[in-house]
């Protein structure tokens, strides 16, 4: 699903077939401190497996993805957002807002019951779309394997 261009040429698109496996998956690997243990090939199916997968469009340069997010979900009553970066060179730009719009506003992603990130470092953003720390988060349970 093709968003509108934004401001200068650039675009969300939903396609996963057009997302740069290469480039997300070296962005995240290398940048994200939780994707160090990361392969490519548990990337490649991450996002095959997931519900949608959102990336921003340089059009003027030739395409170039300059952003990335994916939601894993149900698509009834939960999602969980995950992966979300804009490129160094492309931030202060409005464009993590306007991707968190498209995330949002996306047609499988309506009515959800609770809809999940993790974030060390981008709360003030994501708190202006309603997300908010968890309340009482003792019934929640994990298995976490590195």
Known sequence: MRQPILD???HIDSDPARVDMPLVYRYLHE???WAKSLTLEQ???AVQHSAVVFGLYDEVNGGRQVGFARVISDCATFAYLTDVFI????REKGLSRKLMEAVL???KLQGL???LLVTEDAGGL???FGFQ???DGSHWMQIFQE
């Open 113 to 115: 019951r609770r809809f």
């Open 43 to 45: 990337f490649e199916r």
């Open 133 to 135: 720390p968890l309340q």
């Open 105 to 107: 506003a996306h047609p």
């Open 8 to 10: 200068k040429g650039i």
């Open 87 to 90: 490129l160094e060179e492309y």
């Open 31 to 33: 940048q994200m401190y």
């Open 126 to 128: 994501y708190a202006k």
